[in-house]
Nanobody, 122 residues
Framework: QVQLVESGGGLVQAGGSLRLSCAAS????????MGWFREAPGKERDLVACISWSGSKYYTDSMKGRFTISRDNAKNTVFLQMNSLKPEDTAVYFCAASTVFLARRNNSYDIWGQGTQVTVSS
């Protein structure tokens, strides 16, 4: 069974950057699409971006240009570089794994991490 552990969250001022990491254990991630989601208080969990095992990427429109998803299959790790952060980016960020190519729906993801808090102050 694959286990996912996110790290890299924290408190940052508006305009700052953070790099989130998602490390997998138990099985290689190399055949999974990996997604980053976020869940703000009182809101649904939404897709931020996803990346296929071959490196194809999808970004939610509002994230394009500020966020970059990447992966290192050799290290079994997925990253989310977040730049020009805004207070509205404040949320718990989750990584997840799916066997569906560039899956965009939450219910296509079978394995989830526990999340990491990102707080952006104004």
């Amino acid at each position: 069974q694959v286990q996912l552990v996110e790290s890299g969250g924290g408190l940052v001022q508006a305009g700052g950057s953070l790099r989130l990491s998602c490390a997998a254990s138990g099985r290689t991630l190399s055949r999974y699409t990996m997604g980053w989601f976020r869940e703000a208080p009182g809101k649904e969990r939404d897709l931020v971006a996803c990346i296929s095992w071959s490196g194809s990427k999808y970004y939610t429109d509002s994230m394009k240009g500020r966020f970059t998803i990447s992966r290192d299959n050799a290290k079994n790790t997925v990253f989310l570089q977040m730049n020009s952060l805004k207070p509205e980016d404040t949320a718990v960020y989750f990584c997840a794994a799916s066997t569906v190519f560039l899956a965009r729906r939450n219910n296509s993801y079978d394995i989830w991490g526990q999340g990491t808090q990102v707080t952006v102050s104004s």
